[in-house]
């Protein structure tokens, strides 16, 4: 008894500080977007699940006040009908943003992150953005119902468009994950949006958009 006792009171430990590790990244990235002037998050999805109204936020992001708070700012991604509405931030390797927000704190939320090889300017034939799929919800869970068209990515030079033409199931050390180090000779950009896959530590769920010029 005195044994089930303690594993029921170390999950109930583990539950609380996983809950709180919600609410702290919540939290967290709801103040930012407030700070920043994001006042309107991605719409959640319709219950006909067709896109709602989009309002373009990319004059009244503040990239200068971003950049403060971690230099290592490119962005802001935007998938509308989600909620999915991050800052985009790249680091010098693809690790630090799995457990760190953007802000640098300690938390299995994680970041929305540029793969560190990727050129920031997205001018690579292949780019990928990695996010986690949270059981709460955020960061990248809404993915995996989201059957949208187009998602966004805001920088300080205006705002992208890309347009989905794939949606798939693959390993985690697929052929899609391999570095293309050379812009693409047509011109041609794609965004990969990747995120994990419950239950299944070798699986990712990932998203392709063509820019849309």
Do not use: K
Request: aromatic letters at 10%; one cysteine or more; glycine letters at 8%.
């Amino acid at each position: 008894m005195a044994v089930c006792l303690g594993i029921f009171l170390w999950a109930g430990d583990e539950i609380n500080t996983q809950l709180q590790e919600y609410q702290a990244a919540r939290s967290e990235y709801a103040e930012l977007r407030e700070q920043i002037g994001v006042h309107r998050p991605a719409a959640p999805p319709s219950e006909n699940g067709g896109d709602t109204e989009r309002t373009d936020e990319a004059e009244s992001i503040d990239f200068d006040v971003l950049r403060t708070l971690n230099p290592g700012t490119i962005g802001w991604i935007d998938v509308p009908d989600t909620g999915i509405s991050y800052p985009l931030i790249q680091g010098s390797d693809n690790n630090r943003y799995l457990h760190h927000t953007f802000l640098g704190v300690r938390n299995n939320s994680g970041a929305i992150f540029l793969d560190y090889r990727n050129a920031p300017d997205f001018t690579d034939a292949l780019t990928i953005v990695y996010g986690h799929n949270m059981l709460d919800g955020s960061m990248f869970a809404p993915l995996h119902g989201w059957s949208g068209d187009r998602f966004m990515i805001h920088t300080p030079d205006g705002t992208m468009e890309f347009e989905v033409f794939d949606r798939q199931v693959v390993r985690a050390d697929d052929e899609l994950f391999q570095f293309r180090d050379t812009p693409s000779d047509s011109g041609a950009r794609v965004v990969m949006l990747s995120t994990c896959v419950t239950g299944q530590q070798s699986i990712r769920y990932v998203i392709q958009g063509r820019h849309i010029p």
